[in-house]
């Protein structure tokens, strides 16, 4: 089905009664719940995050200059 196709449907669905609209809404959530990726963080990641920012919290941040001349770098190389 493409993204019109779908668009479609959607639009003559504004249409339908609301017990077959509620009956689609739950249909798309569970296959939204099927589908989705969740990426769950293990304990070395999570400790990495916490670390980083109480990083930018003590304002331990490159400056922009620092960054312009690093992406300056990595693009003439």
């Keep these: 089905m493409t993204k019109k196709q ?4 959607l639009e003559r669905a504004e249409e339908w ?3 077959a609209q509620e009956e689609l809404a739950r249909a798309a959530i569970n296959i939204e719940r ?3 990726i969740v ?3 293990n304990g070395e990641e999570r400790d ?3 670390k ?3 990083e930018i ?3 331990e941040v490159a400056s922009r200059k620092d960054v ?3 992406f300056d770098d990595l693009r003439s190389a």
Excluded at 6 to 9: E, K, N, P, S, Y
């Design 17 to 19: 009664p609301a017990a």
């Design 39 to 41: 990426y769950r963080l």
């Design 57 to 59: 919290e003590r304002g």
């Design 68 to 70: 312009k001349k690093t």
């Design 48 to 50: 990495d995050i916490r």
């Design 52 to 54: 980083a920012l109480a």
């Design 6 to 9: 779908i668009t479609v449907l």
């Design 34 to 36: 099927k589908h989705a």
